[in-house]
């Protein structure tokens, strides 16, 4: 393919799901950035670039208790311009022993630089298809996190690859280049059937397991995947594995998720991973079929601490709900369609963060919810500037790029906040439309792709909302004013200020809880555009308190909520005095107005004191400090402020 993919896929550790998701966002970002600095000091080999990967054949032999590989890997390409000779990248440890080209043997040369170069029989013109045929062998060297790594679990032998980010080229001869993805793979693993202890090999890779064929004392499985890949995603595992599935019904297109564990670890896996069905079945309730629902999805169990989604089959260092979801939302957010630069790293790790939130809302409920926003709008607010999308100085950054506060927390709270503005309904449909995408679908998408898709679902100019959360920095402070103007009408207003010069006014819907006397609620929205903007909302019962933002929907800190001073539109000679006043205050009103109850608050609205009337009212034993004295009149709600010493 030839678009520019800049993949990125996260590895994390595990945790519970009681704890501050901070810290494990830590180690996630932590990960991620480590493995993102070789992406960034790689450089494509020029010498690759003169062609396009469409397929390969992967046929290797492995033992798990030997460092060693041998194969031949068969490559179709497509030549983009007129080309003699073809280049892979190929550790210069490993040796080929022969390449062929349609029966026909072909000279090579291998070099220092990681490279195997190939003289082709005879040149291909632009557009061509070469085919060629390459037998190796060698002790790979790990690069990035262990690309080939032979190891034991309870004393048994186990092989895995974690090529993540260029450590393809240390096992198989492959082009490294993220602008190449291959169209489709076969990989045929063939290993000792049994071990020493007669425990049997299973083999795992990408795609769909087509067959398993025993030969004498070895056995070698197939496994098929037919959809776009980078080299570095291609991967093998191989041990004594204890197999069982989960079956997804999908509509009535079931596929299987299948579980590849340690047999000494099978009580835990099994107990574990069942969840994987829900947040499957959810996700794709949410947004659309798994995108690999031909083949599979899978869990193999490997000797890392943390996770790594290879497409269809994750390698997982434990079974932890959050790992399984975090690594399973990657392969809609990151393996369907990918950040298409470093500047739009949040439709990455945002998309993810906010899909592990989104999977404790629906399983867990929404006061857990509400938590885990919490946590984030903590994280976001904890510096007063920063914003999502990246500069092109930013991205010199790893840790930059790889901000838990801004690239994964801001990133997933600026979806929530996008969902709450424009609805469930338009904003699941935007995603969806967004997957289905034909210009993204299993490519690359970046921030000015994804917006306008949003905004046709929508039905909505979402321009404001971006520059404000997205492009620009920081967060807004509320104050919330309310009084009771009638025993059916509320009026609040709402003013502003933003913890950073870039954004003059951020506009989002407020959310409010009005709550009542008797333990009545009602929430509301309000559309919040414009600094000192009133509100009128009609209450069918009395207002003692009001709460801001009360499911913690919106970036936002350092907020106050008060009970404003209201004088009904007559000329009345009403008072209260002393004031200040450290004892009582008497109440001064003209014979025609009746006051049926007297209430007093304190500065944060809550209700202190409530009585019928009486002409001199004791506060000695209320805090010193501001107080608001709301009066219940038969000419409307009358508030008073009172200094109490």
């Not at 194969?71 to 210069?92: C, I, P, R, W, Y």
């Not at 990989?187 to 007669?198: A, D, G, K």
């Not at 434990?318 to 630069?341: M, V």
Request: with cysteine; glycine share 6%; charged share 15%.
């Amino acid at each position: 393919m030839k678009r520019i993919l800049l993949l990125v896929f996260c590895f994390i550790t595990t945790l519970t799901f009681g704890q501050d998701f901070n810290e494990t966002l830590n180690s996630i970002r932590e990960a991620e950035g480590k493995s993102a600095l070789h992406q960034m000091l790689f450089r494509a080999n020029p010498n690759t670039g003169n062609y396009n990967v469409t397929y390969h054949k992967l046929e290797l032999t492995v033992d798990p208790s030997v460092a060693f590989i041998s194969g031949v890997v068969t490559t179709h390409f497509q030549a983009k311009e007129n080309m003699s000779e073809v280049t892979f990248d190929l550790a210069d440890n490993m040796t080929v022993s022969q390449v062929m080209q349609n029966g026909n043997s072909l000279s090579f040369t291998q070099n220092a630089n990681d490279e195997l170069i190939i003289t082709l029989f005879q040149t291909l013109n632009t557009g061509q298809t070469g085919i060629v045929e390459i037998t190796y062998s060698g002790n790979p060297i790990s690069s990035g996190f262990g690309s080939f790594e032979v190891n034991t679990h309870n004393g048994k032998p186990v092989l895995w690859t974690l090529s993540e980010p260029y450590g393809a080229k240390g096992w198989w001869p492959c082009k490294q280049d993220l602008i190449d993805k291959i169209e489709s793979i076969d990989v045929y693993i063939t290993t000792p059937q049994f071990n020493s202890t007669s425990d049997e090999y299973v083999a795992v890779s990408n795609g769909l397991e087509v067959s398993q064929t025993i030969n004498g004392s070895n056995k070698t499985t197939h496994y098929h995947h037919n959809y776009p890949i980078p080299a570095y995603l291609v991967a093998i595992a191989v041990t004594n594995y204890s197999v069982y599935s989960h079956t997804v019904p999908n509509n009535g297109n079931p596929f299987d998720i299948v579980n590849y564990v340690y047999p000494e670890d099978l009580g835990y896996a099994q107990t574990n991973t069942p969840v994987t069905v829900d947040i499957m079945n959810l996700f794709t309730n949410l947004f659309e079929e798994y995108p690999f629902a031909s083949e599979k999805y899978g869990h193999a169990q490997f000797g890392w601490g943390g996770g790594m989604e290879h497409t269809t089959v994750s390698f997982m260092g434990s079974f932890d709900r959050n790992l399984i979801a975090h690594e399973l939302a990657h392969q809609w957010f990151g393996n369907k369609i990918t950040c298409g630069s470093w500047k739009d790293i949040w439709l990455n790790e945002g998309f993810a963060t906010y899909l592990s939130g989104l999977t404790i809302e629906n399983l867990d409920g929404n006061s857990a919810f509400t938590t885990w926003k919490q946590q984030r709008n903590n994280s976001i607010t904890s510096q007063p500037g920063g914003a999502v999308y990246l500069t092109d100085t930013d991205t010199l950054s790893v840790n930059r790029i790889f901000s838990g506060r801004l690239s994964y927390n801001k990133g997933a709270m600026v979806l929530h906040m996008l969902r709450k503005k424009v609805g469930d309904a338009n904003f699941f449909q935007g995603l969806k439309d967004y997957l289905s995408d034909t210009d993204h679908a299993y490519a690359y998408a970046k921030t000015q792709d994804f917006i306008p898709i949003m905004e046709a679902a929508s039905g909505q100019s979402l321009t404001e909302f971006f520059s404000d959360w997205l492009y620009n920095q920081g967060y807004p402070s509320y104050t919330i004013e309310w009084n009771q103007i009638s025993p059916t009408e509320v009026k609040t207003t709402i003013t502003q200020t933003q913890s950073d010069v870039s954004v003059s006014y951020f506009e989002a819907p407020v959310p409010l809880r009005f709550l009542g006397t008797m333990g009545e609620v009602l929430d509301v929205t309000l559309n919040n555009t414009t600094n000192t903007e009133e509100f009128f909302n009609t209450v069918n019962f009395t207002v003692a308190n009001v709460v801001f933002d009360p499911e913690s929907d919106l970036i936002s800190k350092n907020n106050s909520v008060q009970l404003g001073l209201y004088e009904p539109p007559v000329d009345l000679e009403f008072r209260i005095y002393p004031n200040p006043t450290s004892q009582s205050f008497t109440i001064q009103k003209p014979e025609s107005l009746i006051v049926n109850e007297i209430r007093i608050f304190n500065a944060l609205g809550q209700l202190l004191h409530q009585t019928p009337w009486s002409s001199n009212i004791d506060v000695s034993t209320l805090a010193s400090g501001l107080l608001f004295v709301q009066f219940q009149t038969n000419e409307g709600t009358i508030n008073k402020s009172l200094l109490k010493n």
